[in-house]
């Protein structure tokens, strides 16, 4: 399996801004898609954004489309989450997950592999 470990996380006021850093291990990242869940406290995790093996196509949830990117880059076995414009309902645990189907679905049941997450925290 892929190990995963997230950073970039951190403390933001709204408004501002952040990028997450998922770096992979293993020679099989490129064949995988890649996605993003946070999870608040008290809340269940909910699907952010993904990728699919090659990058050529992006999915996002409604409450982040247009203010969050996600990218990859296969070289560097890593994938981004540039997020912009952040409110407080952001605030969150951050993880990355792999899909090895390669298309990049929004439920987590798509997921075989998490990294341990980043906390990102979004003051007023």
């Known amino acids: 399996q892929v190990q995963l470990v997230e950073s970039g996380g951190g403390l933001v006021q709204a408004g501002g801004s952040l990028r997450l850093s998922c770096a992979a291990s293993?020679?099989?990242?490129?064949?995988?898609?890649m996605g993003w869940f946070r999870q608040a406290p008290g809340k269940e995790a909910e699907f952010v954004a993904a990728?699919?093996?090659?990058?050529?196509?992006?999915y996002y949830a409604d409450s982040v489309k247009g203010r969050f990117t996600i990218s990859r880059d296969n070289a560097k076995n890593t994938v981004y989450l540039q997020m912009n414009s952040l409110k407080p309902e952001a605030t969150a645990v951050y993880y990355c997950a792999t899909d090895p189907s390669g298309y990049g679905k929004t439920y987590s049941s798509s997921y075989n592999s998490w990294g341990q997450g980043t906390q990102v925290t979004v003051s007023v």
């Open positions: 990728i699919n093996w090659s990058g050529g196509s992006t």
């Open positions: 293993g020679r099989t990242f490129s064949t995988y898609a």
